[in-house]
């Protein structure tokens, strides 16, 4: 039970970063994931961010009715997909914090996109 409560906290943070942002990409099916309230130096910071890549690629990906098996397969194509092209931007941050000398264009986010 103990262990629940800060997963639960890392799901209600992610909700609260992302989903404003949701609504200001609903036409373009990108989601804009902040992380600058993280520490990316420390692997828990990591861990969070990569929750809330995953978290914004549900929800642009997200098709009607996903209990079609092609429809779910495309869903979790686009899914996979648009984690992975949001995996050198996560590698950047995550080298800018453990490598100050590496400069990642002055923004703390991470733009995931469906395509």
Same mark, same amino acid.
């Given at each position: 039970?103990?262990?629940?409560?800060?997963?639960?906290?890392?799901?209600?943070?992610?909700? &609260?970063? %992302? %989903?404003?942002?949701?609504?200001? #990409?609903?036409?373009?099916?990108? %989601?804009?994931?902040?992380?600058?309230?993280?520490?990316?130096?420390?692997?828990?910071?990591?861990?969070?961010?990569?929750?809330?890549? #995953?978290?914004?690629?549900?929800? %642009?990906? /997200? &098709?009607?009715?996903?209990? /079609?098996?092609?429809?779910?397969?495309?869903?979790?194509?686009?899914?996979?997909?648009?984690?992975?092209?949001?995996?050198?931007?996560? /590698?950047?941050?995550?080298?800018?914090?453990?490598?100050?000398?590496?400069?990642?264009?002055?923004?703390?986010?991470?733009?995931?996109?469906?395509?």
């Amino acid at each position: 039970m103990l262990k629940a409560i800060p997963v639960m906290a890392a799901l209600a943070a992610a909700v &609260i970063l %992302v %989903v404003p942002t949701v609504s200001q #990409a609903a036409g373009s099916n990108s %989601v804009r994931v902040s992380y600058a309230d993280l520490n990316l130096a420390s692997e828990s910071g990591r861990h969070v961010l990569q929750g809330r890549v #995953a978290f914004a690629a549900r929800v %642009v990906c /997200e &098709i009607e009715d996903s209990r /079609e098996l092609a429809l779910a397969t495309a869903t979790n194509d686009c899914r996979n997909d648009a984690v992975q092209r949001a995996r050198p931007a996560y /590698e950047a941050a995550v080298r800018a914090t453990l490598h100050p000398s590496v400069t990642v264009g002055g923004a703390a986010a991470i733009v995931v996109t469906a395509r």
